[in-house]
């Protein structure tokens, strides 16, 4: 009877998350994921309960019409089944055979099906292989089986989000790793793999006490041996369970045999905690400061493991100039005086090569030759790096549609990128214009010397904050006007993406409310830390990216002294035109009679867009008082790579009164636009938004979709040879042109 209740609890959980995602909102919109896997943590002897639950919606979403239950249903499923402590084999073949269904649907299910199939035929036969990858990247284990390492950055803007939010999270990540250190995670891995092999055979308490007991020389060499048995197990074509359960039972009989309790008997299931990523929380202050994290992230790796994987000449030669760079490090630099031709056939033989008179050994093994010059990467080499490093699709991308969820899960196994930097941003439109400005500026150091492109595998993750606004939380039927309008890339997401809109979305205005109650982790740092948790969540499960264009811009100024300025964005441009103030002689000299005309001549060249992807070039001359270029699409009808510009045109009209001017709006659809003033009138402009990167006395400004910085080395490096030659030719044909900037969901877009 009381399985029962327990499982009618449950299916009533998981029938309100399907009702979550047909739009019925509740006052625990956005807890709901979250209880219900803590109710699991709470009692992990519910998780198969809970997995028999979601196949069973599972089949019966994929039967009827309720296709946008899959994904959400699918990634709850396989968070439940990397944190369960044993589920039997009937279960996993039931959840295997339904993601091969997925293949015959059409992206973002056959997408994500397939990876789920992938790591589910390793979970069944090597059980465990799930969790004991994800803690030994995420918290940075050392281990020669698997020596893959993730870090999750979260960048906060402080001019964007308040101390108190800022101060919320820092608590929280805080309090989430206060008992997380390698020896508790390695015993978590330890006796995961060990209940997940033997089940109910083995006494997880006692097992844990043993292991908690033990040196941490000890305790590591357990770890090492369990690691290379379950990833032996897991990387073997034909694995069998069976010989895996018996490899763990080995070394779970040594580790009982070893204490002075000696056998124990079998105790039951008992749940392993998955303790959430490694996390760095900052504060957003400096331009350089996202590159900087990432090359402090990639120095150790790049010093020792990865020397098997690059060359040690590649190696030396970046890394003093990466350094070099960088504020923190400073070397002691030697000038010697050489007297060495630099050609090879001239050096001694290696017994004729003695020191240098009157020097010491010391200063001899200091200053000896090294090689002279070294040879570079190869440049092929080097672009392919650059071109795979581009998750974005193809160069021919200008006439498909905004939509692009290109699913990066197969990643570039022969580039053995070990490290995974997954960043975080929490904001509005403006801290994505940030980040933005800062994924170009990275690019384009790529393109000048490859040091993070083949060791670093980097995700972007979104998640929106806005403060200061009303308790009632708007809707798609009814919002209030500028209530979300700080937030248009969420919203679209949020449309793309329902498990997005219902997971992440809801912590925009959450996350504000949270900041102004008192936190329970002052006074008890083990409750449970909502926002960390959610994070956590997402970057572990939401790999589908989503490309939005990068848009650069060329500023040109009515002083002619000033050089122009190139500037990028992501979201929206607008320009509002000055009003002209005339000399104090000049107002007592002009007719009473006279109306000034508001705005000023605009000169627009653009290129319109069409469905048949055809040029069009149109000259437009009009008189407006400003304009607004929005790259993200308001509707999923108008889902187009383009930048929607609406131009508030002056128009004059004649009536019995006389002339007077009304304002109309001018709607155009274009990817490059050039906007001249024709008058002495300057306008100001603004990027996504930010007062900070306003633009003052601008007379023009150019827009166009921003380019791949390798695409235009390569494209610079073609032309050389072939001068006359106007298409892309070589190796530049293939790479991807424009600059995409990929954002994590969890669906991608669904169809």
């Given at each position: 009877?009381?399985?029962?209740?327990v499982?009618?609890?449950?299916?009533r959980s998981?029938?309100?998350?399907?009702?979550?995602?047909?739009?019925h909102h509740?006052?625990f919109?956005?807890?709901?994921?979250?209880?219900?896997?803590?109710?699991?943590d709470?009692n992990?002897l519910n998780?198969?309960?809970?997995?028999?639950i979601?196949v069973?919606?599972?089949?019966?979403?994929e039967?009827?019409?309720?296709r946008?239950?899959?994904?959400?249903?699918?990634?709850?499923?396989?968070?439940?089944?990397?944190?369960?402590?044993c589920i039997?084999d009937?279960?996993?073949?039931?959840?295997y055979?339904?993601?091969?269904?997925?293949?015959?649907?059409?992206?973002?299910?056959?997408t994500?099906?397939?990876?789920?199939?992938?790591?589910?035929?390793t979970?069944r036969?090597?059980?465990?292989?799930l969790y004991?990858r994800m803690?030994?990247?995420?918290?940075?284990l050392?281990?020669?089986p698997?020596?893959?390492?993730e870090?999750?950055?979260i960048?906060?803007?402080?001019?964007?989000?308040s101390?108190?939010v800022c101060n919320s999270l820092?608590?929280?990540a805080?309090?989430s790793?206060?008992?997380?250190?390698?020896?508790?995670?390695?015993c978590?891995v330890?006796?995961?793999?060990?209940?997940?092999?033997l089940g109910?055979?083995?006494?997880?308490?006692?097992?844990?006490?043993i292991?908690q007991?033990?040196p941490?020389d000890?305790l590591?060499?357990?770890?090492?041996?369990v690691?290379?048995?379950?990833?032996?197990?897991?990387?073997e074509?034909?694995a069998?369970?069976a010989?895996?359960?018996?490899?763990l039972?080995?070394?779970y009989s040594m580790?009982l045999?070893?204490?002075?309790?000696?056998g124990c008997s079998p105790g039951?299931?008992?749940?392993?905690p998955?303790?959430?990523?490694?996390?760095?929380?900052h504060?957003?202050?400096d331009?350089?400061q996202?590159?900087?994290?990432l090359v402090?992230?990639?120095?150790?790796?790049?010093q020792?493991?990865?020397?098997d994987?690059?060359?040690?000449?590649?190696d030396?030669?970046?890394i003093?100039?990466?350094v070099?760079?960088?504020?923190?490090c400073?070397?002691?630099?030697f000038?010697?005086?050489?007297?060495?031709s630099?050609?090879e056939r001239?050096?001694?033989?290696a017994?004729?090569e003695?020191?240098?008179?009157?020097?010491?050994?010391?200063?001899h093994?200091r200053l000896?030759?090294k090689?002279?010059?070294?040879?570079?990467?190869c440049?092929?080499?080097?672009?392919?790096l650059?071109?795979n490093?581009?998750n974005g699709p193809?160069?021919k991308?200008?006439?498909?549609?905004?939509r692009?969820?290109d699913?990066n899960v197969v990643?570039?196994l022969?580039l053995?990128?070990?490290?995974?930097?997954?960043?975080v941003v929490l904001?509005?439109?403006?801290v994505?214009?940030?980040?933005?400005?800062?994924f170009?500026?990275?690019?384009k150091?790529?393109?000048?010397?490859v040091?993070?492109?083949p060791r670093?595998?980097?995700?972007?993750?979104?998640v929106?904050?806005?403060e200061?606004?009303?308790?009632?939380r708007p809707t798609?039927?009814?919002t209030?006007?500028g209530?979300?309008e700080?937030?248009?890339?969420?919203?679209?997401?949020?449309?793309a993406?329902?498990?997005?809109?219902?997971?992440?979305?809801?912590?925009?205005?959450?996350?504000p409310k949270?900041?102004t109650?008192p936190?329970?982790?002052?006074?008890h740092?083990?409750?449970?830390?909502?926002i960390?948790?959610?994070i956590a969540?997402?970057?572990?499960?939401?790999?589908q990216?989503?490309y939005f264009?990068?848009?650069a811009?060329?500023?040109?100024f009515?002083?002619?002294?000033?050089?122009?300025?190139?500037?990028v964005?992501?979201t929206e441009?607008?320009?509002?035109?000055?009003?002209?103030?005339a000399?104090k002689?000049h107002?007592q000299?002009?007719?009473?009679?006279?109306?000034?005309v508001?705005?000023a001549?605009?000169?627009?060249?653009?290129?319109k867009?069409l469905?048949?992807?055809?040029?069009k070039?149109?000259?437009?001359?009009?008189?407006?008082?400003?304009?607004?270029m929005k790259a993200?699409p308001?509707?999923?009808?108008?889902d187009?790579?383009c930048?929607n510009?609406?131009?508030?045109?002056?128009v004059?009209?004649s009536?019995?009164s006389?002339r007077?001017?009304?304002s109309?709006?001018?709607?155009i659809?274009t990817?490059?636009?050039?906007?001249?003033s024709?008058?002495?009138?300057?306008?100001?402009?603004?990027?996504?938004?930010?007062?900070r990167r306003?633009y003052?006395?601008?007379?023009?400004v150019e827009v166009?979709?921003?380019l791949?910085p390798s695409?235009?080395?390569q494209?610079?490096r073609t032309?050389?040879?072939?001068l006359?030659?106007?298409e892309?030719v070589?190796?530049a044909?293939?790479?991807?042109k424009?600059?995409?900037?990929?954002?994590?969901t969890?669906?991608?877009?669904?169809?």
């Amino acid at each position: 009877m009381e399985n029962t209740e327990v499982e009618s609890d449950i299916l009533r959980s998981v029938r309100a998350l399907l009702r979550e995602l047909d739009g019925h909102h509740h006052a625990f919109q956005g807890m709901l994921r979250w209880t219900l896997h803590k109710k699991m943590d709470r009692n992990p002897l519910n998780s198969a309960i809970l997995v028999k639950i979601l196949v069973k919606e599972l089949e019966r979403a994929e039967k009827g019409d309720y296709r946008h239950y899959i994904i959400p249903l699918l990634h709850t499923l396989m968070y439940t089944l990397i944190k369960a402590p044993c589920i039997s084999d009937d279960l996993y073949e039931r959840v295997y055979d339904f993601c091969k269904k997925l293949l015959t649907l059409p992206k973002p299910y056959c997408t994500i099906g397939l990876d789920y199939a992938f790591r589910l035929k390793t979970e069944r036969v090597a059980p465990g292989v799930l969790y004991q990858r994800m803690i030994i990247s995420e918290q940075s284990l050392k281990s020669h089986p698997y020596p893959y390492q993730e870090r999750v950055f979260i960048f906060a803007d402080p001019d964007v989000l308040s101390k108190a939010v800022c101060n919320s999270l820092v608590t929280e990540a805080k309090a989430s790793q206060m008992y997380q250190n390698p020896r508790s995670c390695m015993c978590y891995v330890i006796t995961r793999a060990v209940q997940a092999a033997l089940g109910e055979d083995c006494d997880v308490e006692s097992f844990q006490r043993i292991l908690q007991d033990k040196p941490t020389d000890e305790l590591e060499h357990c770890f090492r041996q369990v690691v290379a048995a379950v990833e032996c197990t897991g990387s073997e074509m034909n694995a069998d369970r069976a010989r895996h359960a018996e490899r763990l039972e080995k070394i779970y009989s040594m580790v009982l045999n070893s204490s002075a309790g000696g056998g124990c008997s079998p105790g039951g299931l008992h749940g392993t905690p998955l303790p959430n990523p490694n996390i760095s929380f900052h504060l957003w202050t400096d331009e350089d400061q996202l590159w900087k994290e990432l090359v402090l992230f990639v120095r150790p790796l790049s010093q020792t493991c990865e020397q098997d994987c690059l060359s040690q000449e590649l190696d030396n030669f970046e890394i003093q100039d990466i350094v070099s760079d960088c504020d923190c490090c400073e070397q002691t630099r030697f000038s010697v005086l050489s007297t060495d031709s630099g050609i090879e056939r001239d050096l001694p033989a290696a017994g004729e090569e003695l020191p240098p008179p009157g020097g010491t050994d010391v200063e001899h093994a200091r200053l000896q030759r090294k090689g002279g010059i070294k040879k570079k990467a190869c440049l092929l080499e080097s672009m392919t790096l650059l071109q795979n490093s581009c998750n974005g699709p193809g160069a021919k991308q200008s006439g498909k549609l905004h939509r692009k969820s290109d699913s990066n899960v197969v990643s570039m196994l022969h580039l053995h990128r070990l490290y995974t930097a997954r960043i975080v941003v929490l904001g509005d439109d403006r801290v994505l214009g940030r980040l933005a400005q800062a994924f170009y500026s990275l690019r384009k150091r790529e393109t000048r010397r490859v040091f993070l492109t083949p060791r670093l595998n980097l995700q972007f993750y979104y998640v929106p904050v806005v403060e200061g606004q009303p308790d009632t939380r708007p809707t798609q039927e009814h919002t209030t006007p500028g209530q979300m309008e700080l937030c248009e890339l969420a919203v679209y997401l949020g449309k793309a993406d329902p498990w997005y809109e219902s997971n992440i979305n809801t912590l925009c205005h959450m996350i504000p409310k949270l900041a102004t109650m008192p936190s329970s982790l002052s006074t008890h740092p083990r409750s449970d830390p909502f926002i960390i948790d959610v994070i956590a969540y997402y970057v572990r499960l939401g790999i589908q990216p989503v490309y939005f264009q990068v848009y650069a811009v060329k500023i040109l100024f009515g002083n002619a002294a000033q050089e122009p300025a190139e500037d990028v964005f992501l979201t929206e441009l607008s320009a509002k035109v000055q009003d002209c103030k005339a000399p104090k002689d000049h107002m007592q000299t002009k007719k009473k009679t006279t109306l000034e005309v508001p705005g000023a001549d605009l000169a627009v060249t653009y290129t319109k867009v069409l469905l048949s992807d055809r040029k069009k070039e149109v000259d437009v001359f009009l008189r407006s008082t400003g304009l607004v270029m929005k790259a993200i699409p308001s509707s999923e009808t108008e889902d187009l790579v383009c930048l929607n510009v609406n131009i508030a045109e002056v128009v004059k009209t004649s009536n019995l009164s006389g002339r007077s001017f009304s304002s109309a709006a001018n709607k155009i659809r274009t990817r490059n636009i050039k906007i001249q003033s024709m008058e002495q009138r300057t306008f100001n402009l603004c990027l996504d938004k930010d007062f900070r990167r306003t633009y003052t006395n601008v007379v023009g400004v150019e827009v166009s979709p921003c380019l791949e910085p390798s695409y235009c080395l390569q494209k610079t490096r073609t032309m050389k040879f072939s001068l006359h030659e106007s298409e892309d030719v070589g190796l530049a044909k293939y790479m991807p042109k424009s600059l995409l900037l990929p954002i994590n969901t969890f669906a991608g877009i669904i169809q």
